[in-house]
């Protein structure tokens, strides 16, 4: 079923900048454009695939049973390390996935960006003594980083003679048409959940609601910051990526909580704004179509099927996204074989422990033993990830949309996958 690489094939993939059909390994300067190789026309070699008939006819039954005639409702797809799918219901339906959604995004970033890379603010002084500040996104932006900022700004915008004139400070940022994705609920916006994409994010866009008009907020806060510093502030918006001139130089670099912490808080603490920034910083695009486009083109990468698959976002709050439970199940079969597994899983809520899963399962034999990513929005329902059963980890992917009682039922699965040795 495998390909056995000898050594020299290992050290040519090893030593080669990506791995065709596999994972790109590239440093943190991939953040920049995504240039895909071409698509595979086979598996990755050497790599256990997703197979297609279910081996497992007990397990089968036994979630078939307990689903009853909610069938239509649900996709359930299981499988264990070596690619055997081990049970499947409507697999290959496109469904809304919420939540879930987070589990792309986040394998993207890992893959593209990887462990180390972190997200920066930026403050630039350009030759005429004129500010910039520019950003990434960070999620972990505050008011320590703003007051830092404007202190220096104070103290170095102008030339030297003219340091009691107006500080003239440009921030860099998307349009405002960019900001939300454009299938997000009105009503959603206004929550701290639904809060505006922005490259400068001061405590992400969210106080106990969303910030309508993010740079308008940041303008008032620095304006004030640099007043305290006994300067005035002239401030303005500028298209990002506007040329700075050569002789411009970096006063401050400011860089976000670690990778590690990002992808927790979108895998973890299911926060919108960040997984859908670690999309955009991923495929190395603020334009969220072209993002949507790069994220399709990275799942085929990895021998991924994405027939009928929609991507609207990078949190799932669109309900326009459309993803299949056997997708996400060789998603997480894929990323278990990567380098960066070990973060990737970290990242994830625990059973009764951690994250959006505190409150399942506590107590029962199910506390700890799966890791994984909710999903919740009106009459949906997933979780997918990982169990650790008593013969080794499984990998499951459950969504419904329309279910009555889907936790009961997704607690009853898990149950069952526990004990799958016989089918092993």
Not at 28 to 41: G, Y
Not at 92 to 107: E, G, H, W
Not at 413 to 421: D, E, Q
Request: glycine share 10%; net charge positive; proline share 6%.
């Amino acid at each position: 079923m495998f390909k056995l690489l000898n050594l020299d094939m290992f050290k040519q993939i090893i030593n080669s900048s990506f791995v065709v059909g596999f994972f790109t390994l590239s440093g943190p300067a991939i953040s920049q454009q995504l240039s895909p190789p071409p698509l595979p026309s086979l598996s990755p070699i050497g790599l256990p695939v997703l197979q297609t008939a279910v081996s497992c006819p007990p397990l089968q039954s036994r979630i078939q049973q307990a689903i009853g005639s909610e069938a239509n409702a649900w996709s359930i797809s299981i499988a264990d390390p070596s690619g055997r799918l081990l049970a499947d219901l409507n697999g290959d339906r496109p469904r809304i996935p919420a939540s879930n959604q987070k589990l792309l995004s986040t394998a993207i970033a890992i893959d593209r960006l990887g462990p180390d890379h972190r997200l920066t603010t930026e403050l630039w002084q350009l030759p005429d003594g004129t500010m910039r500040l520019l950003g990434s996104g960070d999620p972990s932006l505050g008011f320590p980083q703003l007051r830092r900022f404007a202190k220096l700004a104070s103290s170095s915008g102008g030339s030297s003679n003219t340091l009691s004139s107006t500080v003239k400070l440009q921030l860099e940022e998307e349009p405002a048409h960019r900001w939300w994705p454009q299938g997000w609920a009105m009503a959603d916006r206004d929550y701290d959940y639904g809060a505006p994409i922005t490259r400068l994010a001061v405590t992400a866009n969210a106080i106990d609601m969303s910030v309508q008009n993010p740079p308008a907020r940041l303008e008032r806060l620095l304006s004030q910051e640099i007043s305290r510093n006994g300067r005035n502030a002239s401030i303005s918006l500028i298209p990002v990526g506007t040329a700075k001139p050569a002789d411009s130089i970096l006063l401050l670099s400011e860089p976000s909580k670690s990778m590690h912490h990002l992808l927790s808080l979108a895998n973890g603490e299911s926060h919108n704004f960040t997984a859908e920034v670690l999309l955009r910083e991923g495929t190395g695009s603020w334009q969220l179509a072209i993002a949507q486009r790069r994220a399709i083109e990275w799942l085929q990468q990895q021998g991924i099927s994405t027939q009928g698959i929609s991507i609207q976002d990078g949190s799932g709050l669109d309900r326009g996204n459309r993803v299949t439970s056997k997708l996400f199940t060789a998603l997480l079969l894929r990323m278990a074989q990567h380098p960066y597994a070990k973060n990737y899983f970290a990242s994830m809520a625990v059973s009764g422990q951690r994250g959006t899963l505190t409150s399942y399962f506590r107590g029962s034999e199910l506390d700890g033993r799966f890791r994984g990513k909710t999903g919740t929005i009106s009459g949906v329902k997933a979780l997918s990830g990982v169990l650790n059963t008593f013969d080794g980890p499984i990998y499951v992917s459950m969504i419904s949309n329309g279910s009555s009682a889907p936790v009961g039922i997704m607690g009853s699965v898990l149950r069952f996958g526990l004990a799958t040795g016989h089918c092993r």
